[in-house]
């Protein structure tokens, strides 16, 4: 029988349940430490849940449970005919946090949204280089290249001049990377000597203001009081830091978290008889796949690549490790998004015809490895399953692979730093918008990056280039529908799954959404008493 250890962060949190008279506080079991506390710096889910989701406000945000826009600290806008200039009229009225060595003495101002931007974009800003100063989601979506600037019109309005049209540009706003610091923050902290702390314990206007930071225990949150849009139904929100998924759905059991994400799979027939557990679930909009690095011999050869897809028996692996909640994955994009081309055909599963063309590649008795990921992700519930799975294809095949892995952290610097031969990856979409999987994962401008197969082909980045410039989505659609086969022909990815999302939570939480961007937001949620 598995021992469940239940953490001493625990008791901490039900005595501080326990402090406060009628104070609501909703305890959030997740997966891992975040990275950091600056959305800017990282593309991890696990930090934005952290950071961006609960603590920040962007220009325009995501209406709960839904990839719709709608105004955040942005009121309205207007968009010129070319497409290149966007006109903001920012709220009045809103707030930033307040903390031990911090207290605003000024609202929120265009000042807010141009310093959060220019940080970005200018490699001489004060604070470009401060904490690092590696910006993967901006530079990688060509933010760097398509914000030409950011104008300040007066305190309450602000224009961005792009280089060139970008249909998604509104989705772009939305997303994590865009959240809104104080400037008045900043300078405090630069003054002092510590400009780090900005990136370390962060201020935002959102519904959540953070309060302390345990590494690998708990983050610490508390409702902000004057929230524009009303302060949150509960007190206190505390993540409880819990990488095993067993012990998760323990804790969950036992009351000592409401709300859980990346349940094990084998855990799920039992979650849907448990009384006190209410298991929530919808299509993801996701796609877990294996990148081969084409930089590397003999992955550089499409035919190596497309007779090791032929090796990979999917089914086994929806099977075996999504326990039957996902389908097989034919393209880099989730058939839930628009301009998903179904006439796209996958690879067969044909030990023969990999071994064959294994042969005409010239390729015989090849050892590599296969990295899997340390974490449970939605779009891969068990990567080191997956990776026994592979390592076992490739076996019949003549291809002897070793599994390697390595902490998060340690695994995505290395992968971005092209170390890799094979790795498993995935990616949950941030936009609701084809261009956040095509662009993001496989453009030329998101190596080194997010684009872990280091594949920057130029009639596939071509095509998506200009479906960022065409005015309709019809156009965009056909440039797209291209895109993905000429994905499919060079075969830089294994597209694995797209997989069922599920989130159990107690039945006394009201309320809760299920982000189709994967996210985990809890303004809006509330308990029973």
Known sequence: MRKIVIGAASAVILAMA????????????????????????????????????????????????????EPGLAESWEVSPDGKTYTFHLRKGVTFHDSDIFKPTRQFNADDVIWSFERQLKKDHPYHAVSGGTYDYFEGMSMNTLLEKIEKVDDYTVVFHLSRPEAPMLANLAMDFAS????????????????????QKPIGTGPFMFRGYQKDAQIRYEANPTYWQGKAAIDRLVFVITPDASVRYAKLKAGECHVMPYPNPADLEAMKTDKAVNLMHQEGLNVGYLAYNVEKKPFDDVRVRKALNLAIDKKAIIDAVYQGAGTAATNPIPPTIWSYNKAVKDDAFDPAAAKKLLAEAGVKDLKTTIWAMPVQRPYNPNARRMAEILQANWKAVGVDAEITSYEWGE???????????????????????????????????????????????????????????????????????????????????????????????????????????????????????
């Open 18 to 69: 326990a402090s406060g008279a009628q104070a609501k506080t909703l305890v959030y079991c997740s997966e891992g430490s975040p990275e950091g506390f600056n959305p800017a710096f990282y593309t991890t889910g696990t930090t934005f849940d952290a950071t961006s989701k609960n603590i920040f406000d962007k220009l325009v945000l995501f209406k709960r449970g839904t990839t719709e826009i």
């Open 180 to 199: 809104i610091f104080s400037a008045e923050y900043a300078d405090k902290m630069m003054k002092a000597g510590t400009p780090e702390v900005v990136d």
């Open 411 to 529: 695994y995505l610097k290395r992968a971005k730093a092209g170390e890799h031969e094979t790795a498993l990856f995935g990616w949950t979409g941030d936009n609701g918008d084809p261009d956040n999987f095509l662009a993001v994962l496989l453009g030329c401008d998101a190596i080194p990056g997010n684009n872990y197969a280091r594949w920057c082909d130029k009639s596939f980045e071509n095509l998506i280039q200009k479906a960022k410039i065409a005015t309709s989505q019809e156009e965009r659609v056909k440039l797209y529908e291209e895109a993905q086969v000429i994905f499919k022909e060079q075969a830089p990815w294994a597209t694995i799954a797209h997989s069922v999302v599920y989130e159990p939570i107690r039945k006394e939480v009201i309320d809760y959404k299920i982000d189709p961007l994967g996210g985990h937001i809890f303004y809006g949620v509330d308990l029973k008493k």
